[in-house]
């Protein structure tokens, strides 16, 4: 509760989380800043979590709601893959996060999550928000520098992009929010999720060009 008269002091979160789907897979980019208020809590955040072998999801919003909602959806995944003995569909995962997330619409969770993979139907890509909302897209950025990272995007998005192209389309987007953006920064994370598997590639092995 606070004093009449106190003054409100703004607490401002920040990140920048990117997804592109392509014809053979999924490229996925965040930042590493993690905010608290004014303040810069951690300079090596991870934001690409792994969900199943060839599932992953970037959070953005509150970390330790975040945290607890990837926990729970791992072990929901667990008990599917138990129960039907196979590994579940991405949309079947964004469905489950989209449900928690509906439940607890009163109490909300304070996040936005992509979710992306490569299933038996190929690459897809699905944007969930706090309330549950789940939309397939083709690229999305969330996170406080999203409208300068989408800038990038929608100028260079096709629908015929190859996972190798999509790559510095995504890192490109990362760097326009961290260069304007105050909550993105401390460099970043990209995870491809191809046909071949998931491989998490270094910043440095990127700005080398050795990929």
């Not at 926990?71 to 579940?88: E, F, R, S």
């Not at 909550?183 to 999720?193: A, L, T």
Request: with cysteine.
């Amino acid at each position: 509760m606070s004093m009449i008269g106190e003054p409100k002091i703004p607490v401002f979160k920040g990140t920048t989380t990117v997804g592109i789907k392509c014809a053979d897979g999924v490229v996925l980019a965040t930042d590493r800043r993690v905010t608290a208020g004014f303040f810069i809590a951690n300079k090596r955040g991870r934001k690409i979590l792994q969900i199943e072998d060839r599932i992953y999801a970037t959070i953005a919003g509150v970390v330790a709601d975040a945290q607890m909602l990837i926990d729970a959806i791992k072990a929901h995944v667990k008990y599917l893959k138990i129960a039907t003995k196979q590994p579940p569909s991405v949309k079947a995962v964004a469905s489950l996060i989209s449900n928690l997330l509906f439940s607890s619409r009163y109490y909300p969770y304070i996040v936005q999550v992509i979710v992306a993979g490569i299933d038996e139907e190929g690459s897809k890509m699905f944007n969930v928000d706090l309330f549950g909302t789940m939309t397939d897209e083709k690229y999305i950025a969330t996170g406080s520098g999203s409208p300068l990272a989408l800038a990038v995007l929608e100028t260079r998005y096709r629908d015929d992009l190859k996972v190798r192209e999509a790559i510095p389309i995504a890192v490109e987007a990362i760097k326009a929010a961290m260069k304007w953006d105050p909550g993105s920064g401390e460099g970043f994370d990209v995870v491809v999720i191809s046909t071949e598997g998931a491989e998490e590639i270094p910043q440095e092995k990127l700005e080398r060009g050795l990929v």
